[in-house]
């Protein structure tokens, strides 16, 4: 997890979302739920994909984030 610590939030993102569909993501769960808590104090992201994915990895976890953040890009 050192290699992300400079990343950013678009790249972290895609490293969870990696991750869970490789079935590994129980091996960083501590990490990805550090990294997911930063994210969630975030503004939305600048495109729709990266909006898209943060909404998808965090509303599982119970971070609130409303539909709102994806009806900006209607």
């Known amino acids: 997890m050192m290699m ?3 990343s950013q ?5 895609e490293l969870i979302d990696n991750l869970y569909r490789l079935g590994v993501s129980y091996h960083f769960k501590d990490e990805i739920m550090k ?6 104090q975030q503004t939305p992201g ?3 994909y990266s909006t898209a994915l943060k ?3 965090l ?3 119970g971070f609130p984030i409303s539909l709102g ?3 900006l890009f209607c």
Do not use: M, N, T, Y
């Open 69 to 71: 953040v994806l009806a």
């Open 59 to 61: 509303r599982p976890h």
């Open 46 to 48: 600048d495109s729709l």
């Open 55 to 57: 909404f998808r990895l």
């Open 9 to 13: 939030e678009l790249e972290k993102l």
């Open 35 to 40: 990294i997911l808590r930063s994210i969630s």
């Open 4 to 6: 992300i610590a400079g």
